[in-house]
């Protein structure tokens, strides 16, 4: 790699209409992935139906991140707003490219080191084609050349980019890709290329936590899917409606969120191992059926996609404030477990586990996204489809049914854990209830019965701690300081973790998987360590008093909070804990 | 033989209406000789949606008005089941009565009987919605006849165990057929707390006695039912049916498997699996 190659790039395109005119990204992205760059792909879109501001980023980086950068190298901006959104977080030696048609550009608050390109796009507008690709190969034709890449390489990316549409379609793009190319000779001010590099990786996905977690669901056997479409939890209805049918799943949409968890639950009486997929509001629809799971031990994964509450909030924005409601919420006590991937792969791995675990436990399973993990798309190893194992419990067939002289569906066992024949096996006749009942099914209030059952059920948990996933850590076990963060908070605690690190602090972290129950590592992680930042986005610090109230020591722990929608950037975060270290 | 659970005795009170249900439902299970392995009953909350812990079948207890789509999630999950959902006119017609439109809607197999008492018998005699007060009272048959999905629709009573047992049999019948979501309202008096036995004596009318009524009529049946209803009477008996093909049959029609059945284990469908992986290789 040559020196003034870049090895972490990041481009944000802007604009007013929706976020249709912003796909110049993912022809960059195809681009920079062929050079061997890792990518970290979103959108920040205002919460409404069409049109309104929109922002795609993007970032390219020859080592795998988990977020977005802390500046913006490359900014393409259809109007005004973009350029005052993004001024703040210009890179010094940054470009802008400026589309012009609506007036010039005011450059209050812009650094004079940064470039800036300025083109009439509404002078380029090219009949017969629509005005969304145009922009995005013409803004192309501009972005290639000043990353110096060669015409026909540009164009192959092009073409694959745009694939699908007809061939007069594309040569109308390549002409407009051309005039970007084009103009951008005739600069009269040429400004300093930038060079990408050109390296060998294997290959990846790119891929969104919604989809993976879809994914790992369909690959550890599950085919049923109820929902109710929500944002930002719809793509994992629209990737089982989408990818299903080849695995025979049957997918439904409900008429509402109490229905869709209902028919999940349903189908996983019969031993279809059944899901449903939602955000925030549909989550609190669903709790008193969650509550039923775990009473009547019935398997069931949920994913609660997090978006900004309370109540509506901002449904595309990020957030991580179920977590009370992930964790305490529903009535009555009754096990289940609370998973928090921390990325695609993760996504992927939990979601088998979960599917998995609810067989093991005959208990609600939630996996607990947010908007950044679930929408974002990243490049990410291969999933291990070679490692995923069924795991059935205790389920028991007609053959095995025959061998016992009595099957009782809540029979008390040393682990919890009741063996289970499903409707249609001969002999295995039961009675499934969110009732107190004995161990026959039968409904029961005998005070002695109902501790036996409470305690049966929590016993599910305790019994089987071994099979929860542990968390994500590194660093020095000896350091003194800590960083804990769930879900979207990884991929930038790793990247303060490195570059902290790197100068010489001292200083680990933990990304806890499994939520609830509590692991004991996490605690250990907390204790060891004399300062623990716990990063969270809410206002409530629910996570730190999740740990808290399982035995975290207070003194250690301090709490960094964001409840803007937006998520945290590696530098914004490196400069509060320095901040908050400087003041010890 | 394993020994697994014995059904209980009903816990109702001592001329429940809900008796004739049951006795009608096990009539007509012996009639059809359902066995009892094949069938589910799931329940709504309430006296009526205790039925499920007096039959010999696999049972479940729905929470309160979600007894539809968990019954539409079983019989999608196994069609070969016979699913049979039972609960209470506030079940039903109050917190459920979204997913009761729905089930009519996406006719899927599901039998559902409906006892109607006019009230809350569990939570001790409150209102519900076909409370005869000076309000309209909600009518469900009308409701089943405005959904065009809609494919079977009866009313029983438990006044007339006969009858009932007939309809519980065709009802059965009409979801073994493919033909979809099975409707069945039992008026089914709570002597407690709202004793309708004298109240609905010589009101109800069997269509089955009206000369030229047609099932299959959907304006007629509306007709009818509405007429009646203006003359403070109700229509008994099996008012309307159509040869449609409920939702779980489509999905089998159209060469899918019951997802009970399938094998999953993974490694019978890696390259399925690699060929999803493909589309997102960068
Ligand atoms: C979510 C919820 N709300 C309220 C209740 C209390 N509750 C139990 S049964 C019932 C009504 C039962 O009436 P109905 O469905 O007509 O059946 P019946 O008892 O008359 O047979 C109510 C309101 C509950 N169990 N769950
Ligand atoms: S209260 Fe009414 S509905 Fe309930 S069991 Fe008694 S008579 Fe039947």
């Known amino acids: ?584 | 033989m394993t020994k697994t659970f014995q059904p209980g005795d009903p816990i109702w009170c001592a001329g429940c209406g809900h008796y004739g249900v049951r006795n009608a439902l096990q009539a007509a299970f012996q009639q059809l000789d359902v066995e009892s392995h094949q069938t589910m009953v799931l329940a709504g909350i309430g006296c009526a949606g205790t039925l499920q812990n007096n039959v010999n079948a696999y049972g479940f207890h729905a929470m309160h008005g979600r007894v539809l789509p968990a019954a539409t999630g079983v019989k999608l999950a196994n069609p070969s089941l016979d699913v049979i959902a039972v609960g209470g006119d506030g079940d039903g017609y109050a917190i459920g009565c979204g997913h009761l439109v729905h089930s009519f809607k996406r006719n899927t197999g599901v039998v559902y009987i409906l006892m109607n008492n006019g009230i809350y018998g569990l939570t001790k005699g409150q209102n519900s919605p076909t409370a005869e007060t000076a309000e309209q009272a909600f009518d469900g048959v009308q409701l089943g006849l405005s959904i065009a999905g809609s494919s079977f629709i009866a009313r029983g009573s438990s006044a007339a165990p006969t009858q009932l047992q007939k309809l519980m049999v065709a009802a059965i019948e009409h979801s073994r057929a493919g033909r979809g979501f099975a409707f069945l309202e039992v008026l089914s008096p709570c002597v407690t707390y709202n004793d309708t036995y004298p109240k609905w004596a010589g009101r109800m009318v069997d269509v089955d006695t009206i000369t030229g009524y047609d099932p299959y009529s959907r304006t007629g049946a509306f007709t009818t039912v509405h007429d009646l209803n203006a003359e403070n009477r109700f229509a008994t008996g099996l008012i309307y049916q159509q040869d449609s093909i409920g939702s779980e049959r489509q999905w089998l029609d159209s060469g899918q498997a019951a997802v009970c059945d399938l094998d999953i284990d993974p490694a019978l469908q890696m390259s399925d699996f690699r060929e999803i992986m493909d589309d997102y290789g960068v």
């Open chain 1, 1 to 584: 790699m040559r020196a003034n190659q870049l090895t972490d790039l990041n481009v944000m395109v802007a604009g007013q209409g929706g976020d249709g005119s912003l796909t110049v990204t993912s022809i960059l992205g195809e681009l920079l992935a062929r050079r061997g760059y890792h990518l970290y792909m979103s959108r920040n879109v205002a919460s409404r139906i069409k049109g309104g501001h929109a922002a795609a980023m993007m970032r390219g980086s020859l080592e795998q991140r988990g977020c977005q950068g802390d500046n913006i190298d490359i900014l393409l901006a259809f109007d005004q707003e973009a350029v005052d959104m993004a001024a703040s977080r210009m890179a010094a030696n940054g470009v802008i490219i400026f589309d012009t048609s609506d007036g010039d550009l005011n450059r209050e608050g812009l650094a004079d080191s940064i470039d800036i390109i300025e083109v009439p796009f509404g002078r380029f507008a090219v009949r017969d084609l629509r005005r969304n690709l145009f922009k995005n190969s013409l803004s192309f034709g501009v972005l290639s050349s000043i990353l110096s890449i060669d015409e026909d390489e540009a164009i192959n990316c092009l073409r694959h980019s745009f694939q699908r549409l007809p061939e007069d379609a594309i040569v109308a793009n390549i002409n407009a890709f051309d005039s970007g190319r084009k103009f951008f000779s005739e600069l009269p001010q040429q400004p300093d290329l930038r060079m990408l590099a050109n390296v060998e990786r294997e290959k990846h996905l790119l891929i969104t936590g919604n989809e993976a977690v879809a994914f790992g669901f369909l690959a550890a056997g599950g085919r049923f899917f109820a929902g109710y479409p929500i944002t930002p939890a719809t793509e994992v209805l629209e990737w089982v409606q989408k990818y299903g049918s080849r695995f025979n799943v049957q997918v439904t949409q409900a008429e509402d969120e109490l229905a869709a968890v209902n028919m999940a639950l349903g189908a996983a009486m019969t031993g279809v191992r059944a899901m449903t997929a939602t955000s925030g509001p549909g989550f609190a629809l669903m709790q008193e059926t969650i509550s039923h799971a775990g009473s009547a031990e019935i398997p069931l994964v949920v994913v609660n996609c997090q978006r900004a509450g309370p109540s509506t909030g901002m449904p595309t924005k990020t957030e991580q404030s179920d977590i009370n409601m992930m964790v305490f919420g529903a009535n009555g006590d009754f096990p289940r477990i609370v998973l928090a991937p921390g990325g695609p792969h993760d996504c992927f791995d939990l979601a088998v586990q979960a599917t998995n675990l609810a067989q093991q436990l005959q208990c609600p399973v939630i996996l607990a996204l947010d908007q950044m993990i679930g929408q974002d798309s990243t490049t990410v190893e291969p999933f291990n489809l070679e490692a995923v194992v069924l795991q059935h419990g205790k389920r028991v067939d007609a053959a095995t049914l025959q061998e016992m002289t009595e099957y009782r569906r809540y029979e008390i066992t040393d682990d919890g854990v009741s063996p289970w024949a499903v409707p249609g096996t001969p002999g295995g006749e039961s009675l499934v209830t969110g009732n107190e009942r004995n161990e026959w099914g039968l409904v029961s209030s005998n005070p002695e019965n109902r501790r036996n059952m409470v305690d049966k059920r929590q016993r599910k948990l305790d019994s089987n701690l071994h099979l929860l996933p542990r968390g994500n850590s590194q660093g020095d076990a000896d350091a003194e300081i800590g960083l804990l963060g769930i879900g979207m908070q990884l991929g930038v605690i790793e990247e303060v973790w490195q570059r902290l690190s790197a100068q010489g602090v001292r200083i680990k972290f933990l990304q806890p998987r499994t939520l609830w129950p509590v692991l004991d590592e996490t605690i250990e992680f907390t204790n060891s360590c004399k300062r623990v930042y716990v990063i969270e986005h809410n206002q409530a610090a629910q996570l730190a008093h999740l740990l808290l109230g399982e035995g975290a020591n207070k003194a250690g722990i301090k709490s960094i909070l964001k409840y803007d929608g937006q998520p945290f950037g590696a530098g914004e975060l490196c400069a509060k804990i320095q901040q908050e270290e400087a003041g010890q």
